[in-house]
Nanobody, 116 residues
Framework: QVQLVESGGGLVQPGGSLRLSCAASGSIFSINFMGWHRQAPGKERELVAFSRVDGSTQYAESVKGRFTISRDNTKRTVYLQMNGLRPDDTAVYYC??????????WGQGTQVIVSS
């Protein structure tokens, strides 16, 4: 059984910052991709950012320059530092990982609300 536990969501004013964390636990021996998707009300889930096992990263155009993804492989944890938050960043943020065999696992999601 593999579990992903997210933390760090909440309510923040426009222009503010939040840091999301996601820790993987359970029967998993290696991880290829770790990252984040988000789903806003009435919209489809979309990619935010991911990190490959070699440390390279990829971001959605809408968050480039504002969000930074990082990971600690020894702790099997991925982080998402979000700066310059905007109301359209409001969404449920889902952590995920993909094993080298291509199997995906998802967290339960953490709510981020950007509002004054």
């Amino acid at each position: 059984q593999v579990q992903l536990v997210e933390s760090g969501g909440g309510l923040v004013q426009p222009g503010g910052s939040l840091r999301l964390s996601c820790a993987a636990s359970g029967s998993i021996f290696s991880i290829n991709f770790m990252g984040w998707h988000r789903q806003a009300p009435g919209k489809e889930r979309e990619l935010v950012a991911f990190s490959r096992v070699d440390g390279s990263t990829q971001y959605a155009e809408s968050v480039k320059g504002r969000f930074t993804i990082s990971r600690d492989n020894t702790k099997r944890t991925v982080y998402l530092q979000m700066n310059g938050l905007r109301p359209d960043d409001t969404a449920v943020y889902y952590c995920y990982l993909v094993t080298p065999e291509g199997r995906p696992y998802w967290g339960q999601g953490t709510q981020v609300i950007v509002s004054s």
